[in-house]
């Protein structure tokens, strides 16, 4: 089995918690043409909800992030694994950091027919080197 493994930075913004907030914040993000792989915005409190997106890699993608609310102090270190899809696979991703002794963060992922794309999140650089290696050996 084939899987890809990337370190990205996933930003995160705040949006009020009204019709039509969301649809604004990524016209904003679009005005370049980005090219998301990950978008996952929730409620976090009455009346505020969060954006979370990925990947941003240019300078260009950094400025529209920007202007539409995203900062470097609002991103997180997060792996991203993407391949064939396989009954498990979540499990076994999960306990080979726990038993690496690598805190998840956040873990999210999703299916599409035969291929699936997870995301983690870490609490820093180390952690996410380290859950790197581990996910290279476990994966190869």
């Known amino acids: 089995m084939i ?3 990337t370190k990205e930075y996933v930003w995160f913004g705040s949006i009020p918690d009204h019709p039509g907030a969301l649809a604004e914040k990524l016209r904003a993000l679009s005005v370049g043409n980005l090219d998301l792989d990950l978008i996952l915005s929730r ?17 260009e993608e950094l400025d529209i992030a ?9 991103s997180f270190l997060t792996l991203r694994i993407s391949g064939p899809n396989t009954p498990g ?9 726990a038993e690496a002794g ?3 963060r956040s873990f999210t992922a999703a299916a599409l027919g035969n ?3 997870t995301c983690v999140m870490f609490d820093s650089q180390a952690d996410v080197d380290r ?10």
């Open 3 to 5: 899987y890809r493994i």
């Open 89 to 97: 696979l979540g499990a076994k991703v999960a306990g080979a950091l």
């Open 102 to 104: 690598v805190n998840i």
């Open 131 to 140: 859950a790197k290696e581990v996910l290279d050996k476990l994966l190869a």
């Open 115 to 117: 291929q699936h794309v």
């Open 66 to 74: 920007a202007k539409a609310g995203f900062g470097k102090k609002d």
């Open 43 to 59: 409620r976090e409190a009455p009346g505020r909800a969060v954006l979370f997106v990925s990947p941003l890699r240019t300078l």
